[in-house]
């Protein structure tokens, strides 16, 4: 068999080691890169920077503990930079396994920053059926969320005393791994004219392009990367930061790999050809 | 009446949903509200559908002793322990975060972190340049790939003649987001639309009753 016949059906396993080099020397050899912020994330952060002190800033977690090494850190770095301004905190969730997280993340944000659950920053939980929840937000936040998540009455919470609707809501921050983020452009940014921002794990950003480029989001912070570029921009070195390294690794990897597989492709198929004009 | 029924409640309340949008009167309003209550509610049930049928799954895979059947034993001992755990000690109790934190969080991670590996394998073996598309396809996701993480610029700043990094630093950077702004964002608007407009006829097909799919059968 030929190197390049032995390239071409090399064993999967190999690719796997390759993989898995290329994540984990980063980690065992830290090295330091530039991260270059980008406006769709800065966008958000401009916003954000740009709120009044005391402003009302809702923060949905709307993602799975599968995204959370992309999303958590994001979560963490955008809650860091809403209580370096003072702002009000609503936390919410429409994915049933988020619960836990929105609830930590909030957790770990106050403890950074001496926030006080219930005057500074309130914690909803989950509700099903979010297109209902989010149009419910429009008319009433009582209606879906009576209770907040440890079962005490909205109407009762102090901070919650004047914020009735998307009226009172400066930024609707959705940090999601569905299709959250469209929902709300349609049934809050559409129907009640709220300004949203979307946190998306990597594969999701070419899909929200066209609503960012459209002003239907004001800003959009993509994936680990994003999440570097909003811990860099929050003076942060959180996981995000040390994850690039990884992920700049493994993205070199599986570049080196395809344009492997292409480079053996085309010997390939060029001794194909020759073979069959002798 | 069996179809009669629920084609008259899709015609109702689909015509009140779309009509109420242009009459904020407060009588409409308040059953605008009652209509979201009621879905968050059908919500719920949606949930209690999930685990009904995971719960009959895996109690016959058990039963039956089908291969494998042990995961399932393993499956009902996560949803009864984790059950319990919130019901009892709250969804702030020490197990139940312990639970999310220590087993749900570290699995769930890795099946999607798996996701790499089988990409990256995938890649090699199917992102070929066979046709001009394919090349098209290829050269923007190296440009995005490399554009999309810091070693990218870091790369760039190494290599490339200092007056041309002078001028623009973060190149990969910027030609990636080029490729998203532009021909990506073009592409996406007209699925975008495309499926908004195949969206509106098929809602308004359900609310006059013309779309009966989402019935038991279309021939009934």
Request: proline fraction near 5%; include cysteine.
């Amino acid at each position: 068999m030929s190197l390049t016949e032995r390239l071409l059906n090399i064993d999967r396993r190999y690719i796997y080691l390759v993989i898995a080099v290329a994540v984990l020397v980063p980690f065992i050899l830290p090295f330091h890169m530039p991260v270059y912020v980008s406006q769709p994330v800065r966008s958000v952060y401009d916003f954000i920077e740009a709120l009044p002190e005391g402003s009302v800033v809702l923060v949905g977690f709307n993602y799975s503990p599968s995204t959370m090494p992309e999303l958590y850190p994001m979560s963490l770095a955008v809650l860091k930079h809403c209580c370096s301004r003072k702002l009000k905190i609503i936390g919410m969730t429409l994915y049933s396994s988020a619960a836990t997280i929105g609830d930590t993340a909030l957790k770990e944000m106050a403890e950074s920053c001496s926030y006080q659950e219930l005057q500074d920053y309130v914690y909803l939980g989950y509700k099903p059926n979010f297109e209902a929840t989010m149009l419910g937000i429009g008319e009433d936040i009582a209606d879906p969320f009576p209770t907040d998540y440890m079962n005490r009455p909205v109407t009762e919470i102090s901070m919650m005393k004047n914020i009735k609707n998307y009226r009172d809501i400066a930024l609707v921050i959705d940090l999601g791994s569905g299709n959250t983020p469209e929902a709300w452009i349609a049934y809050a940014g559409s129907r009640y004219g709220q300004k949203i921002a979307s946190g998306c794990t990597g594969v999701m950003v070419s899909g929200l392009y066209p609503y960012l480029k459209a002003g239907q989001l004001v800003g959009l912070i993509g994936g680990l990367k994003g999440a570097a570029e909003y811990e860099k921009l929050v003076k942060l070195t959180g996981k995000a930061t040390l994850g690039m390294n990884a992920q700049s690794m493994a993205h070199l990897a599986i570049i080196f790999l395809v344009l492997l597989g292409n480079v053996v492709y085309l010997i390939s198929r060029h001794k194909a050809r020759k073979k069959v004009k002798v | 009446m069996k179809r009669q029924i629920p084609l008259i409640i899709s015609f109702v309340c689909g015509i009140f949903m779309l009509i109420q949008f242009f009459i904020p009167h407060p009588g409409f309003i308040s059953v605008y509200r009652g209509i979201l209550n009621w879905a968050r509610i059908i919500g719920v049930f949606a949930l209690i559908i999930g685990i009904g049928t995971l719960v009959r799954l895996h109690f016959r895979r058990i039963t039956r002793r089908s291969p494998g059947w042990f995961y399932s034993v393993v499956v009902f001992a996560g949803l009864i322990v984790t059950a319990s755990a919130g019901i009892i000690g709250g969804t702030r109790g020490k197990l139940f975060v312990w639970i999310f934190q220590n087993i749900n969080i570290p699995l769930d991670a890795t099946m999607f972190s798996l996701l790499a590996f089988f990409m990256a394998s995938a890649a090699y073996r199917a992102f070929r340049a066979r046709t001009l598309d394919a090349t098209l396809l290829l050269i923007a996701a190296v440009i995005v790939m490399f554009g999309r993480v810091p070693i990218g610029d870091f790369l760039w700043q190494a290599v490339a003649p200092q007056s041309w990094v002078d001028k623009v630093p973060f190149l990969p950077e910027q030609v990636a987001e080029w490729v998203m702004s532009g021909p990506n964002m073009a592409a996406r608007r007209g699925i975008m639309i495309g499926a908004a407009l195949g969206a509106i006829s098929t809602s308004l097909k359900i609310i006059l009753g013309i779309e009966r799919s989402h019935f038991a059968s279309s021939s009934q």
